[in-house]
């Protein structure tokens, strides 16, 4: 069996909750940007190709 390497998460530095537990968690790999929700570790994650990731991060920022 072919183990994957496990993903690092990170939490924004921008959480809205003031324990920083509601938010949501990035991982970043050369091909594409894993997302979660922070509550739910193990439950359904998105992953986005670098290029769309940058326009959501644009479009949120208001840029």
Do not use: Q
């Amino acid at each position: 069996m072919i183990r994957k390497p496990e993903l690092e998460w990170f939490k924004s530095s921008y959480s809205s909750s003031s324990n920083g537990e509601d938010c949501v968690e990035v991982a970043n790999t050369p091909g594409a940007i894993h997302v979660r929700d922070s509550k739910n570790a193990e439950g359904p994650r998105l992953a986005f190709r670098p290029t769309a990731w940058a326009g959501f991060v644009a479009h949120a920022s208001g840029e």
